[in-house]
């Protein structure tokens, strides 16, 4: 046997064994990026969501105070909102109900004010200056909270 064929055989042995550390390496990397991957999606929407809570505590907040002092009163938010929000509406006069995406999933956050209040918040992410001011509802003579981006 000549040394040509041992010298062959020992690199083969060794490519064989560099190919099954790394294959052994990467089998143990690869549950650690999915891991990594699914818990980074799961903080995202945490964060989302709790960015939606905060803007929307902040306005009815605001809307509560204004509607307190009464009117002439108004306080003007720069709040910053996420992209993932899709609607922003009021129900029955005193809840704002804040339609967003989770992933694929459509959620909905609801919060109540003190008083009747009219919105017109553009559900579009970034940055916003809001107006909430209180007055009259010339129609039923009561109070009513409006709440406007202003650009």
Not at 44 to 67: C, R, S
């Amino acid at each position: 046997m000549g040394w040509g064929k041992i010298r062959g055989r020992k690199r083969a042995q060794y490519a064989m064994e560099y190919l099954l550390v790394i294959g052994f390496a990467l089998l143990m990397i690869t549950p650690l990026i999915i891991v990594f991957y699914t818990q980074s999606s799961n903080y995202n929407a945490d964060v989302t969501n709790n960015q939606i809570n905060k803007v929307a505590d902040e306005i009815i907040k605001a809307a509560d105070t204004v509607f307190y002092l009464g009117k002439p009163s108004q306080i003007t938010l720069t709040l910053y909102l996420p992209q993932d929000i899709e609607n922003i509406e009021v129900q029955g006069n005193r809840t704002m109900v804040w339609t967003y995406l989770q992933g694929t999933t459509q959620q909905q956050i609801y919060k109540t004010a003190v008083g009747n209040i009219t919105s017109h918040v553009v559900p579009r992410g970034g940055i916003h200056h809001i107006k909430v001011r209180a007055g009259i509802n010339e129609t039923h003579q009561n109070p009513l909270i409006w709440i406007e981006d202003i650009e």
